[in-house]
DNA sequence: CGATTATTGTAACGGGCGTTACTGACGTTA
DNA sequence: TAACGTCAGTAACGCCCGTTACAATAATCG
């Protein structure tokens, strides 16, 4: 056998697709979770055996990890690019959440959000990859609400909205979406969920409530 | 040392409280969720062997049911009802959320709902919890939809709204909360959450949008 | 061509899991 | 009091987990 990528070191080179593995590693962990993801499951989607497995990508914690950067490139950088760029605030945010739903149920197996739901419940000894994904769950809402403060300066909200709290209801939301989708929704119920949480955002005009409470 | 509960048969009483171990059973599986929590870590807490879980409990499946059962009845029921009785709509959404936020917070380690995260990730062979937990999560919308239901009739929405995907929407915030409890958001945070999600209640005698879709 | 270096497949390691024999202790019944 | 039935504690079972020796193989370097 040949090697597939061109290697410039000694030794016998390897003889499977590193990027490859990398990917079907991502779809076992994305579809199990992480603890419940077996080194063997791994390995058979792989196509590869455990020594390899751990030559190439160190053990399972750091396999999980690099599939999780894997993963958020993949399928969650063109998102919040969008929701960054579309300068309307009400269609970016109904394009970004319709877009959600549309990664969360992108595999044929039930599968919600890989950093959502990944390390939901691990034993103590995956703590460490636990605090990295909430980190990662941090980001998401840093990114609403940086979307939010925009849109503040630019009037598409009213004056006094908390968007720190209206972040962390959009993001909570995009948590819930990953639940939902864990529990089998077709893809055009989180669609409709991601409409319907348009009418979270205040209208600018209208006077921002003082304390979030609907006229009684 | 003598029996705490009343024995009518013969043979020797057992010497623990079985509702206080299963209370205690809750606790362990709250905080670490159904696969992650052992037998170990479970005799610990209930204070017995585990030849005496068995014989009260059955296996680890049935004991986790029946701290699901103990604890849905414990820490929800009120809430719920509270929603139902209520007889104004936004009254009713605000303090059953209020109260939720309260419940996800109500231990001191990170929890959310034992319902929602139990199960979260789990390997296959725990399907039938799995299966269990998913049932019980669908009756939370539906108690939802039919508040919605009685509101739409009451003339508290306006006609023509959503009351499904309203329902279904509410449920995913909840479902969102359990996930920010979890990686350890203040109950304050998650009530601010709570009273921002009331706008997504339309306000009866505003035309009900036919599409969902907010004026441009 | 040897020498070196990395990868491969097989097979196994220690450890922790859920679960259960087994033996002795205890309270009830006859 | 003697027989019976259930519970308690110790210790172990089989299984599967993540991880790794080990020897064989295949490429590069001098």
Redesign the interface.
Same mark, same amino acid.
């Given at each position: 056998m040949t090697a597939i990528t061109s290697h410039r070191s000694k030794g016998r080179p390897r003889t499977f697709d590193r990027a490859q593995a990398l990917h079907s590693a991502l779809e076992v962990f994305w579809k199990?979770?992480?603890?419940?993801a *077996?080194m063997g499951e791994l390995c058979s989607a792989m196509g590869i055996n455990p020594p390899s497995l751990y030559a190439a990508f160190g053990n399972k914690a750091s396999l999980f990890m690099e599939a999780v950067e894997h993963y958020e490139t993949t399928y969650w950088a063109a998102p919040w690019r969008l929701l960054d760029e579309e300068p #309307?605030l009400?269609v970016a945010v109904?394009r970004f959440m319709t877009e959600a739903a549309a990664v969360l149920t992108s595999l044929d197996a039930p599968c919600g959000c890989m950093v %959502?739901?990944? *390390?939901? #419940? %691990? &034993?103590?000894e995956a703590q460490d990859v636990h605090d990295a994904l909430?980190a990662l769950?941090?980001v998401s809402r840093t990114n609403f609400r940086k979307r939010f403060e925009r849109a503040l300066d630019a009037g598409d909200l009213p004056l006094g909205t /908390?968007v720190a709290?209206?972040a &962390? *209801?959009f #993001? *909570? @939301? @995009?948590? !819930?979406? &990953? %639940?939902?989708a864990? /529990? !089998?929704?077709a893809r055009a =119920?989180l669609e409709?969920?991601a =409409?319907? &949480? @348009?009418?979270?955002?205040?209208?600018a005009g209208s006077g921002a409530p003082a /304390?979030?409470?609907?006229?009684?």
């Open positions: 199990r979770g992480y603890e419940p *077996t #309307n009400r109904g %959502v739901l990944g *390390t939901a #419940n %691990v &034993s103590p909430r769950r941090e /908390d709290t209206l &962390s *209801t #993001n *909570t @939301l @995009l948590q !819930g979406l &990953s %639940v939902q864990r /529990d !089998g929704a =119920e409709r969920i =409409e319907a &949480s @348009l009418a979270l955002l205040p209208h /304390d979030g409470r609907g006229r009684p």
